[in-house]
């Protein structure tokens, strides 16, 4: 009872103070807030709530545990220094099981009982896909930090108007696209792929195609053997490439069974064979330090973020962060979690509220540093525009696995789709 | 011909793989008639107490592998004697549900102990490397695991067949009652051959650490149900029957990734539902 | 003792009553998730409710009912993207390609039994899955069917019902679970209810009596089939997609599962089952990221505790507690 006394004096008190602030500052930024001069101040009211899922049980429960270090992190960090907009900042981890149920289940559990302002997370493109209706009609800010479908942002978002999603991670354009380019400098004419046996897989190796016919006409592509989720025995698959006898092997296999296939690929003497070799996911953590000494040289790798680069002071500074609070060097998903809390402060503060159409027209075109860089979220299709690094695998006895030598930078404005997403101009190269 | 002899060479490794996974759950079945759906956990746990004994305590392939499935065989008693031994007279569904309780269980548990993330063990030694055959590298440890395969089907044929306590379990799988009454302890047995059966599949997990490379909470899930199948295919309870169909589906998988890829999900499931309809007891079942 | 069953069938009139009035209350005090996770139960209860027709009805486990559940999914998801949005029209398209499916499926399966009629009906069922997996065109691969929309329903005279509310959907499902309960209760209890029991109790024995033992257990097939077609349709429904992993052997399980959890030899046990099940896995949630461990020890608890399902041991108890009268 005296506690609600009191709130409600401090609200009248903030009211107050809230509308002097809001006029003062509506004489110097013009008309850019005027419902602050009659509505509520802006001061946000209550911690900020965000529900965070990912895979946390199965054969990629470590991805999931990744995710959570990055965000754990960020929640710490900013409360540690005074939260968002003055309020603290609360996060809820869910398992999202890679079912599109659970993501379901989790999401309306968040904002209809938990009552999460924010939604952060997602591995599957099956996942994200699913979601989009949901969180339409939950109207909450979904932020994308695994899932790489192009769909999600070119049809849910663009094209079916579905705002509420964001996405901080890279999507296809980057494994597809990108490596194309990479590709293209190649003395190599003949291509093969081991990949996903699904729609990822399939629309990766659909991207590097188009994308290399334009850059290099007439090159061709000589074997296609997809493994399907959960493939542990790649020998059969590898069969197929040596049988084909490519001189370059693109490979969007991720996680374990990227680890497994290079293992089983080296055994069977793949990479003697096969002298050029891409790997668009091959820059993650996970499969670095798994592999260990086991990955072979001179292989073209990226991510969707990878800890050398940018050679920045906040991405140093986040990475050594980081190795002191989990004694880990940070995946990718961790630095993707990481920022997309940072990217909720970013948009809460400047919203000056937690509304998800104020914070919504704050994200759209909305520039952020990052340990990744410096972000952009595009405003037709709320993707995130950043620069990764691809690089070619070498042995530094700074680290116990293979880092990045020779890095090479794609430029976003060179690679990823444009809108319309239709028609001549809107795919690679431009 | 190079990629038709590579073909077969990794469909008989990934079939005799198979093999010592459902040797284990087809003992188990043929002498309990019980179906261990937990059976894959075990291969899990075979998986990762080998490597913990590889990796932390002596970095010896042989001692892992044998110290490793050891402490599986532990787990499989405690299992045995406290919870299995109440629903052997059950129906088969309820069976499943129990040890389907202990796949969530030891699933979570080996992320707890052992972490997320996937592990990835160290050098074997000896084992490790690859011979030319046909001018194409093959690695010496999936031959060893196809010499590996019919070696242990050799033993148990032997231990089943040719020894005192083979004939007792022959005995108590085709009459419980019957060999009850000439003297045997029963339930005794019955733990001894669940244990026995364990051991076979966490051995088939501690071979698994160099032969596929990787660790994962949940890595047992994948191969419970080739395991099942093969099982099937053989007719639940002969070993003879798991031998062949692991071999069969093993060489047939392999083709069928290299020749139909279209069709490799299909190909198991397939090949299991035309036993079953042509022979709805498996290929050595009996008729029952 | 006439007495007794005409207190008995009143008892039970009016236990029926407030279930059916506890349930339709539930939009009006309760909170969004809640009436969210309500319908979970009651489409997790529908699918369980039919399949426990072949279950604890003839015996016969199988471990393909998934495939049915995804064919009355992706049959009202295609019917509703190609044909009509008509919310009713097409759950009708959902149940009557589940049932199709369940024919060709059953007609194959039904002559074995036990284990080798589980590990067959696995077999088609995967076959249907990997299906839907592959024809990327036609199915969406492994991102499933989406943005099927929940229409309204139209009636007679151009009136129209929105049930894009959750809160309206609702009664939607709630009428079909009541719809499936009580058809399932006049199934169980019809001459041909009797008969599975029979086959179920001795297949020789009815098979001497002149019956044929494989069309009864391919027309249970194929009903518990519609069941599980409706429960996928109206899943498709609430979450606008469809997915593969719906025919998967793992959710193939489920619905043992919880008629296991329940108990196989009553009504309710399912029902009570698929509450169990949600809520359990539910509140496990909120206290551990762990929840496959607890979760796990729970289930073990429960069938090492309560071997005929907790609907049969509670009736049990509540059987000693009236013990003198009773006996």
Known sequence: ??????????????????????????????????????????????????????????????????????????????????????????????????????????????????????????????????????????????????????????????????KQIFRICTPTYQDGNAAAFIAKD?????????????????????????????????????????????????????????????????????????????????????????????????????????????????????????????????????????????????????????????????????????????????????????????????????????DVAWGKTKADPKYPFKIMGEMKVIPTTVCYNRPPFEGPGTAPPF | MQSIVHVCLAGLSSGMFIWLVASGLTLIFGVLGVLNFAHGSFYMLGAYFSYTVLRHLFPNFWLGLLLGPLCVCAVGFVVERFFLRYVYRLALPYQLLLTFAFVLIFDNLVKIVWGAGSLTPPDIGFLAGSVPILGRKFPVYNLFIIGVGPLVAVALWLALERTWAGRIVRAASSDREMASAIGVRVPALYTGVFVFGIWLGALGGGLAVPYVGLLTPGMGETIIIEAFIVAVIGGLGSLKGAFLAALVLGVLSSFGTRYFPAFDMFLTFILMAAVLLVRPQGLFGDAR | MPDDRVTGRLLRAIAVLAFVAALASVPLFAGKFVIYLAMRVMILGIFALGYNLLLGGTGLLSFGHGAFYAAGAYGLGFFSLHLSPNPLLGVAAGIAAAMLLALLIGFFSVR?????????????????????????????????????????????????????????????????????????????????????????????????????????????????????GLAGSLETLLESNARPFMAHWTHSAEPVLVSLLGGIQTLTGPVVGSILFVAMREIVQRFTENWMLWFGIVLLVIIMGFRGGVVGVVRQLADRARGPRGG
Not at chain 1, 29 to 58: E, M
Not at chain 1, 75 to 103: C, H, W, Y
């Open chain 3, 112 to 228: 074995s039994t036990e284990i080798y009629f589980a590990m067959l009906t696995l077999a088609f069922g995967m076959m249907v899955f990997s299906l839907i997996w592959n024809a990327r065109d036609i199915t969406g691969g492994d991102d499933g069917l989406i943005g099927i929309m929940r229409e309204s329903i139209p009636l007679f005279g151009g009136v129209k019902i929105s049930i894009s509310q959750d809160s309206r959907y609702y009664f939607l499902v709630l009428f079909f679970f009541l719809l499936s309960f009580w058809a399932v209760h006049r199934i169980r209890n019809s001459p041909f209810g009797l008969v599975l029991a029979g086959i179920r109790e001795n297949a020789k024995r009815t098979e001497f009596a002149g019956l044929a033992v494989r069309n009864y257990r391919l027309a249970a097939f194929v009903i518990s089939g519609a069941f599980a």
């Open chain 1, 186 to 386: 190649f003395p190599a004419v003949k291509w093969a792929t081991v990949s996903p046996k699904y729609e990822y897989g399939f629309t990766c190796w659909k991207m590097f195609q188009d994308t290399l016919k334009k850059l290099k006409p007439g090159v061709p592509f000589v074997a296609e053997s997809f493994a399907p989720f959960g493939t542990t025995d790649f020998r059969s698959h590898i069969n197929t490439i040596l049988d084909a006898k490519p001189d370059g092997l693109y490979s969007t296999e991720w996680a374990g069974e990227l680890i497994s296939m290079v293992k089983q690929g080296r055994e069977a003497g793949l990479f003697e064979k096969v002298k050029h070799v891409i790997f668009p996911v091959g820059a993650a953590m996970d499969v670095l330090e798994g592999l260990g000494k086991d990955m072979p040289d001179n292989i073209w790798i990226a991510g969707r973020y990878f800890f050398l680069y940018p050679n920045s002071k906040t991405n140093g500074e986040w990475v050594a962060r980081f190795r002191k609070r989990w004694n880990h060097y940070p995946a990718y998903v961790s630095e993707t979690g990481y920022s997309s809390i940072y990217a909720f402060k970013a948009a809460v503060e400047k919203a000056g509220s937690k509304d998800t159409k104020a914070v919504i027209q704050v994200l759209e075109g909305m520039s952020m540093n990052s340990p990744a860089g410096n972000r952009v979220f595009r405003k037709e299709d709320h993707q995130a525009i950043y």
């Open chain 1, 1 to 162: 009872m005296t506690r609600k006394r009191i709130s409600r004096r401090e609200l009248l008190k903030l009211a107050g103070t809230g509308t002097v602030v809001a006029a003062a500052g509506g004489l110097g930024q013009g008309l850019l807030l005027p419902r602050n001069l009659w509505a509520a101040p802006p001061k946000i009211k209550g911690p900020v709530k965000i529900g965070y899922q990912a895979v946390l049980s199965g054969t990629l429960a470590g991805y999931g545990e990744f995710h959570k270090m990055g965000a754990v992190m960020a929640v710490e960090e900013i409360n540690a220094k005074g939260g968002i907009a003055g309020q603290k900042v609360e996060m809820e981890f869910r398992d999202s099981t890679l079912k599109p149920d659970d993501a379901i289940k989790n999401a309306r559990y968040f904002v209809d009982s938990w009552g999460a302002d924010f939604l952060a997370g997602i591995d599957s493109s099956g996942q994200a896909l699913a979601l989009a209706p949901v969180v339409q009609q939950l109207d909450r800010v979904l932020m994308v930090t695994h899932a790489a479908t192009e769909k999600l942002t070119e049809e849910m978002v663009f094209k079916k108007g579905i």
